[in-house]
């Protein structure tokens, strides 16, 4: 079982940076994923990363903005999100699944370990 724990989130001006960190119990086996849900809306994946950093995967609208990165040894997952657009405002989750290879799954549903979510706010 992987306990998820992201920490990072908050309220930030457009523009403005924040960077979002998922600690874990393990994670040097898992791709590991943010999602986000804004209200009303469904949850979408922002990004994504194989075990070992080489694929990387990021929904269109964050493209240039967000990094998304991982220290195996620290068992933590980042993401740096950059240039906030108030359209960035959504609870954001850490997602894990025990994979190994190239494949990136975009699907929430095929991520069986999640964290508790942490609230990113972006101001206009």
């Known amino acids: 079982q992987v306990q998820l724990v992201e920490s990072g989130g908050g309220l930030v001006q457009a523009g403005g940076s924040l960077r979002l960190s998922c600690s874990a119990s393990?994670?040097?086996?898992?791709?590991m994923a943010w999602f986000r849900q804004a209200p009303g809306k469904e949850r979408e994946i922002v990004s994504a990363?194989?075990?070992?950093?080489?694929?990387?995967y990021y929904v269109d609208s964050v493209k240039g903005r967000f990094t998304i990165s991982r220290d195996n040894a620290k068992n933590t997952v980042y993401l740096r999100m950059d240039s906030l657009k108030p359209e960035d405002t959504a609870v954001y989750y850490c997602?894990?699944?025990?994979?190994?290879?190239?494949?990136?799954?975009?699907?929430?549903?095929?991520?069986?370990?999640w964290g508790q979510g942490t609230q990113v706010t972006v101001s206009s």
């Open positions: 990363i194989t075990g070992n950093g080489a694929n990387i």
């Open positions: 393990v994670i040097s086996m898992y791709t």
């Open positions: 997602a894990g699944r025990r994979l190994a290879g190239a494949w990136l799954p975009t699907d929430q549903s095929l991520y069986p370990y």
